[in-house]
């Protein structure tokens, strides 16, 4: 996947928050809303869905974000994102630690609807995957996380990681301490997984 088309009002918002400027990271947080959602809402899993709300979730991230703002010193935006959505990805993964633990039964609940936010969701499901014409657009993002269901952990985590988070191939096997060929082989795995359950294929 190609890096995100550079934006000279992110890129500028990202030099003002690199240099301390807590407006300016707020206003990059909002920016990337969209994008952050829809990685959280794929990475969620059934467990997860069925105990707390995504939105939580993401407002946890923005929190940590926010509260650690004076830590951010690279005036690059893919460095932001990396430092965004491992932030997120590592939450999810102490939640469903969290949960695990308590050795509790869990039954799959449906996800709430985020009201005015499905065509924004949509948009970055398209990344990969290709629409339905004879489906709503609740329905299609419902075709899609269903399918995404039957990934494995470490699919979804390359999948999201790779056309959501836009990571690199490297800058994902440092970040699970694999090869980037290792990367290659489960990314193409799991678009082919699920282009398979979508009927893309």
């Known amino acids: 996947m190609a890096a995100p ?3 000279p009002e992110i890129e500028a918002l990202t030099r003002a928050a690199a240099g301390g ?6 206003e990059l947080l909002e920016r990337h809303q969209d994008e952050l959602h829809a990685f959280v809402r794929l990475r969620y899993g059934g467990l997860l869905a069925g105990r707390e709300s995504s939105t939580a979730l993401e407002q946890s991230v923005c929190r940590e974000i ?3 703002a004076d830590t951010f010193r690279h005036a690059d935006r893919a460095a932001f994102r990396r430092w965004l959505f491992v932030t997120a990805l590592r939450k999810i993964k102490n939640r469903h630690a969290y949960y695990l633990a308590e050795r509790r039964d869990v039954l799959r609940e449906a996800r709430p609807a985020d009201s ?3 065509d924004a969701l ?3 499901y398209r990344t990969f995957s290709t629409p339905s014409g004879a489906v709503s657009v609740r329905e299609e993002i419902e075709r899609v996380e269903a399918a995404f269901e039957h990934l494995t ?3 979804r985590e390359v999948l999201t990681l790779a056309h959501l988070a836009g990571l690199s191939r490297k800058e994902i096997a440092e970040q699970l301490g694999k090869s980037e060929g290792a990367v290659r082989v489960t990314l193409h795995r799991a678009l082919a997984k699920l282009s398979s359950h979508l009927g893309d294929g």
């Open 5 to 7: 088309r550079e934006d």
């Open 21 to 26: 400027d807590a407006g300016a990271m707020a």
């Open 66 to 68: 926010l509260e650690r």
């Open 116 to 118: 005015g936010a499905e």
């Open 122 to 124: 949509m948009q970055h």
């Open 153 to 155: 952990d470490e699919q």
